[in-house]
């Protein structure tokens, strides 16, 4: 029987610069590579709106980084790692079996539908990727070995919510929708099927604006210590978080890190109050309050400033008044969703005769 060869799987990927209509997400992408202390991106949207692809496109961007996919099924050992049973039986010595989160050093784990991972798991995945460190404690083993990648997180938010506690730990989010115009679904489209033609051709087109990226993110990551913050650059963050009204202070710390990236991406010799707006709702939108302020009629902060997408709702139509021809009765002071509510009418109470039951028992 002649043994059947197996057909290689083609490595291409497609490229980050190529990459239509999602400005936002790349930009969440690139800040996080450049600092991925922050806790990497949790993006969220329906289906086929490219959240793998700018995943992998982002792991191909940057040099030489592995691309780490967390399955759903996987445990807390294939996460973080456990003992090598084999070594300790065979030769007495203690070994650490590394898991995904020690292949990810250096590059991108990516976790889809995380929104279905178990708490748990999350958790553990949350704090190494914020701290960079990995501890394995086993059978009174305890080791610990650097963990430093760029988490990428994706959900469909139809298939279940995370806990508003794991929400907080991803320090950026951005939400991706539908294409509302036919233009951006059309060059999506025609790029998406020039790519699944001929991906070499695309791949060249794109080559120099990818080697011109990866040079800015290696010059960002070198310059990102040298930067520091004003006492406004600060006190700008603090207003907008709680104009949020956000929980804690992991939001102003997010916009600070994610505002001295932006920076140093864009070559520039300090943090300015720009750049804090620029990336405010990369890092508030997963956790503003219910009741932020501003929206029940709270002021925000004394010198607090806001962009466009952290303005307050409109306020809805004003009740038309008595002198507009309406009576100005009860049936306008009731509340909304009450109609034809009938006030209270008192009830008279008669005397229950016995029904015959049986007497009480003697003590």
């Given at each position: 029987m002649t043994p059947v060869s197996l057909a290689a799987v083609p490595t291409t990927t497609f490229p980050f610069t190529a990459l239509v209509g999602h400005e936002a997400l790349q930009r969440?992408?690139?800040?996080?590579?450049?600092?991925?202390?922050?806790?990497?991106?949790?993006?969220?949207?329906?289906?086929?709106?490219?959240?793998?692809?700018?995943?992998?496109?982002?792991?191909?961007?940057?040099?030489?980084?592995?691309?780490?996919?967390?399955?759903?099924?996987?445990?807390?050992?294939?996460?973080?790692?456990?003992?090598?049973?084999?070594?300790?039986?065979?030769?007495?010595?203690?070994?650490?079996?590394?898991?995904?989160?020690?292949?990810?050093?250096?590059?991108?784990?990516?976790?889809?539908?995380?929104?279905?991972?178990?708490?748990?798991?999350?958790?553990?995945?949350?704090?190494?990727?914020?701290?960079?460190?990995?501890?394995?404690?086993?059978?009174?083993?305890?080791?610990?070995?650097?963990?430093?990648?760029?988490?990428?997180?994706?959900?469909?938010?139809?298939?279940?919510?995370?806990?508003?506690?794991?929400?907080?730990?991803?320090g950026l989010s951005v939400a991706l929708h539908n294409p509302a115009d036919a233009a951006t679904r059309q060059a999506i489209v025609r790029a998406r099927l020039a790519f699944e033609a001929d991906p070499a051709a695309v791949v060249a087109r794109h080559t120099a604006a990818q080697a011109a990226l990866v040079a800015s993110v290696v010059r960002a990551r070198a310059a990102l210590a040298g930067l520091e913050w004003s006492d406004a650059v600060v006190q700008h963050?603090?207003?907008?978080?709680?104009?949020?009204?956000?929980?804690?202070?992991?939001?102003?710390?997010?916009?600070?890190?994610?505002?001295?990236?932006?920076?140093?991406?864009?070559?520039?010799?300090?943090?300015?109050?720009?750049?804090?707006?620029?990336?405010?709702?990369?890092?508030?939108a997963h956790r503003r309050g219910e009741n932020p302020a501003g929206a029940a009629g709270t002021a925000p902060p004394s010198g607090a400033t806001q962009p466009p997408s952290l303005s307050s709702p409109s306020p809805s139509p004003s009740r038309p008044s008595p002198a507009s021809g309406q009576a100005a009765g009860s049936a306008q002071d009731a509340p909304e969703g009450d109609w034809g509510a009938l006030p209270p009418e008192p009830q008279t109470m008669a005397r229950v005769r016995s029904t015959g039951a049986w007497p009480p028992k003697k003590a």
């Open positions: 969440a992408l690139l800040l996080a590579a450049i600092d991925p202390g922050m806790g990497g991106v949790l993006i969220t949207g329906p289906r086929g709106t490219a959240k793998s692809t700018s995943a992998r496109a982002l792991a191909a961007l940057l040099p030489d980084a592995p691309f780490v996919t967390l399955p759903l099924a996987a445990s807390l050992e294939q996460l973080v790692g456990t003992l090598n049973i084999e070594d300790v039986l065979r030769d007495g010595q203690v070994h650490l079996a590394p898991g995904l989160v020690a292949r990810a050093h250096g590059g991108v784990l990516y976790v889809d539908e995380v929104n279905l991972l178990p708490d748990a798991l999350v958790d553990s995945l949350l704090d190494v990727a914020a701290s960079g460190v990995n501890t394995v404690e086993r059978d009174g083993v305890s080791h610990q070995h650097a963990a430093r990648f760029v988490l990428v997180g994706t959900m469909n938010p139809e298939e279940g919510e995370l806990r508003p506690q794991l929400l907080d730990r991803f963050a603090a207003n907008l978080a709680l104009a949020a009204g956000v929980d804690g202070i992991r939001a102003d710390l997010v916009m600070l890190r994610a505002a001295r990236a932006l920076a140093a991406l864009e070559q520039q010799s300090s943090v300015r109050v720009e750049h804090v707006d620029a990336v405010a709702e990369l890092a508030l």
